[in-house]
């Protein structure tokens, strides 16, 4: 292959794997608001079991729902970080695709 082509080549790889990367990083952030619409749906479910309705075990039931929402809301947030620390450092990889074929090291 000539320089020229594998330069081509190369230029390509880097621009897919960039994209691909802000791809993954706006699935992360999509996947945080989907954590977080849930935790609010848990506080306002609880919230409004206790309002609206007489029901004897009240009180717990809106502690439960409360509880479960920080609890959703702590995973999410745990879980963005986490994605976000592999994504920053999958990043910097990019335009090194040489290096899973020529068995770790680059010529």
Do not use: P
């Not at 994209?19 to 479910?45: K, Q």
């Not at 479960?68 to 994504?87: D, P, R």
Request: aromatic share 8%; with cysteine.
């Amino acid at each position: 292959m000539d320089v020229k082509t594998e330069n081509n080549l190369n230029k390509d790889l880097i621009l897919r794997e960039r994209l691909a990367l802000e791809r993954t990083i706006m699935t992360n952030n999509t996947t945080l608001l989907a954590f977080i619409r849930t935790s609010l749906y848990f506080a306002i479910a609880g919230l409004t079991l206790n309002n609206l309705l007489s029901i004897r075990y009240g009180s717990v039931i809106e502690a439960t729902c409360w509880s479960l929402s920080v609890i959703i809301l702590s995973v999410g947030i745990k879980n963005y970080f986490v994605q976000k620390k592999k994504i920053k450092d999958s990043e910097k990889h990019i335009g090194d695709y040489k290096l899973e074929w020529e068995g770790g090291k680059k010529k």
